[in-house]
């Protein structure tokens, strides 16, 4: 089983839709992110959370909002979804007892969002 | 100016051949240092890090020049397999997330 699930693995929407990504992990980490990619423009970070009640903005966080359900799930919402988020979006994580040096960040498998 | 900056090829290269790619990072404040593969339509993972005096694993030698603040990665003898997408990634350490480079992109050729 994957440490790393994101349910949907791929998403057609419409404009105006809301539209709720989800991701879980069972590593026992307490870092989770969400990052959004598009050809060209690399990995860019919308929102992270250092532990359950710790939310932090990235580089692009206008037009979303996330959920810290738990240490294992981290949720990311569209709350009217735009063409311009079509995307692929990734959840990560990682653990603290490594950030000061190592701070390896292990992936899910990405959710393909689709807005028409 | 990027915080991380990587030349996005493609690099194409026939099997066997040797390539490296280069990253600069802007903020000399930073810690550790790592190179992540990414295939096509796949999530990122790490290759390896990237240490001071230089580390090997196999075909891959990874170096940091922190006075030029510059990383690089060496392929040799490039196989098929390799052709895929090459993160530079810098962590600047404390509690903020790493920061990715846009990739490198690499097609071996048979």
């Known amino acids: 089983d994957a440490d790393v699930t994101q349910t949907p693995r791929n998403r057609i929407t419409k404009t105006g839709k809301r539209i709720m990504l989800e991701c879980s992990q069972t590593?026992?980490?307490?870092?989770m992110y969400w990052y959004r990619q598009d050809p060209g423009l690399g990995l860019r970070l919308i929102y992270y959370?250092?532990?359950?009640?710790?939310?932090n903005k990235g580089e692009i966080s206008d037009g979303y909002s996330v959920s810290r359900q738990a240490q294992a799930k981290f949720s990311l919402s569209l709350e009217s979804a735009i063409p311009n988020q079509t995307a692929l979006y990734f959840c990560?994580?990682?653990?603290?007892?490594?950030?000061?040096?190592?701070?390896?960040?292990?992936f899910g498998p990405g959710t393909r969002l689709t807005v028409l | 100016r990027k915080e991380v900056e990587q030349d996005p090829g493609p690099f194409n290269v026939p099997e066997g051949a040797t390539v490296a790619f280069n990253c600069t990072y802007s903020?000399?404040?930073?810690?550790?240092f790592f190179w992540y593969r990414q295939d096509c339509r796949k999530e990122p993972k790490l290759l390896m890090s990237v240490y001071s005096s230089g580390n090997e694993d196999g075909r891959f030698t990874a170096q940091l020049n922190r006075a030029s603040q510059y990383i690089s990665l060496l392929i040799r003898d490039s196989k098929l397999s390799d052709s895929a997408t090459y993160l530079c990634?810098?962590?600047?350490?404390?509690?903020?997330?790493?920061?990715f480079g846009k990739g490198t992109r690499l097609s071996v050729i048979a």
């Open positions: 903020n000399s404040a930073s810690q550790s």
């Open positions: 990560a994580t990682s653990d603290w007892r490594t950030s000061g040096k190592d701070n390896e960040q292990f």
């Open positions: 959370s250092f532990d359950v009640k710790d939310i």
């Open positions: 990634v810098v962590n600047r350490g404390g509690n903020t997330p790493l920061v």
């Open positions: 590593k026992g980490h307490d870092r």
